[in-house]
């Protein structure tokens, strides 16, 4: 039986490696987010995170439709809508910098 349905939770964890396993230990994986002031933990975030979707700094509901849309492990079915087709249609080539 699967089952579905709008899912937070709130774990205090110590550091951020704690934070990770927590959030990549579970069979779910539509979205997940993290709020931070730190450019290293949000990069780590959006690499190491085992979602389909992935915020820093924001809602982890809601995305443009043009962007791929799915989750992973039980939280995916099939292909992602607006898969690759979308992203040659949609996409745009952008050199970026930050320097801290």
Do not use: W
């Not at 779910?28 to 690499?47: D, E, H, N």
């Amino acid at each position: 039986m699967r089952c579905f349905g709008p899912v937070a939770s709130v774990i205090k964890v110590s550091d951020l490696d704690d934070a990770m396993h927590d959030a990549n230990d579970t069979q779910i994986g539509l979205s997940a987010g993290i709020c931070t002031s730190s450019l290293r933990s949000a990069v780590r975030f959006k690499q190491e995170s085992q979602a389909g979707m992935v915020m820093v700094n924001a809602p982890t509901a809601g995305v443009d439709y043009h962007v791929p849309f799915g989750g992973t492990k039980g939280s995916s079915f099939g292909p992602r809508e607006q898969g690759g087709y979308a992203r040659d249609l949609y996409t745009t080539v952008k050199t970026a910098y930050t320097q801290t």
